[in-house]
């Protein structure tokens, strides 16, 4: 059997529903690849500004403004080595910055602050290995900031703060309608394709935002945000696939 590991990252993305209107937003500047053979998969983007209007044909705007510098997503392994292959996906931005607001009309240009995340120095990291002798796979994942502020209406008015190396699935807030997780990381086994492919895989967020039908100013929010995404794994596919 043929060993391969694969790899991904991205600075950001998700899909967000409110109030019947869907605003997706697709994986900012990612990156993948697979191995073997060899491969090294790097985007670098300096900033990223936009805000998006989450509720177009409504007199409010329900808008999510979108700010990020000094990205570098990196996928890549070494290829086959003495007796093992191995892959890795990291997600870097010097900072990021998520704000869920919404502003009552033009004669009340003042914006309600629905949710703020504010955070510098993010890392999202993914490994996955295969040693050949003993025919045994590792997944792993990690998450760092140097500095993680949230606040606003959504996380009951409170400030919330983090900085250093997140436990994997640290939940900086929780209530019945949205979940802030930090260092998330899933694990995903996927069946076997029509070519025999199975194996399981890691998928670490630095940040993942859910939101469960939160209600904000009047409107009905649903979806899932992740800032800072990295993915790798590892499967067995027979000669013939």
Same mark, same amino acid.
């Given at each position: ?7 991904? *990252? ?13 605003? @997706? ?17 790097? %985007?670098?983007?300096? %900033? ?8 177009? *044909? ?6 999510? &403004? ?7 997503? @990196? ?9 093992? /292959?191995?892959?890795?996906?990291? *997600?870097?931005?010097?900072?990021? =910055?998520?704000?869920?607001?919404? &502003? ?21 990291? %993914?490994? =996955? ?33 983090? =900085? ?39 998928? @670490?967020?630095? /940040?993942? /935002? ?19 995404? =990295? ?11």
């Amino acid at each position: 059997m043929t060993e391969l590991v694969s790899s991904s *990252a991205n600075s950001f993305g998700g899909s967000l529903d409110a109030d019947g209107f869907t605003t @997706t937003i697709p994986p900012f500047a990612p990156v993948s690849g697979s191995a073997p053979p060899a491969y090294d998969d790097t %985007s670098r983007r300096a %900033s990223f500004d936009h805000t998006y209007d989450l509720t177009p *044909a409504e007199d409010n705007t329900l808008s999510l &403004t979108m700010q990020a510098t000094d990205m570098v997503n @990196t996928a890549k392994s070494p290829g086959i080595g003495v007796d093992e /292959i191995g892959a890795s996906g990291a *997600a870097d931005l010097g900072s990021a =910055s998520f704000v869920l607001a919404d &502003t009552p009309g033009p004669m009340l240009p003042l914006s309600i602050l629905g949710l703020s995340v504010e955070a510098t120095g993010i890392h999202s990291g %993914s490994d =996955s290995s295969f040693v050949f002798g003993p025919n045994e796979g590792f997944l792993s994942g990690d998450a760092s900031f140097h500095s993680l502020t949230v606040s606003g209406a959504l996380v009951g008015g409170d400030t919330l703060t983090f =900085s250093g190396n997140a436990a994997p699935d640290t939940v900086l807030y929780k209530s019945s309608t949205v979940t802030i997780t930090l260092d998330d990381q899933t694990l995903v086994h996927p069946p076997a394709a029509s070519g025999g492919i199975i194996g399981p895989g890691i998928i @670490t967020d630095a /940040i993942d /935002i859910q939101f469960n039908h939160a209600k904000f100013a009047g409107q009905t929010i649903t979806g899932d945000f992740d800032i800072g995404q =990295s993915s790798a794994s590892y499967a067995l596919m027979p000669p013939h696939a």
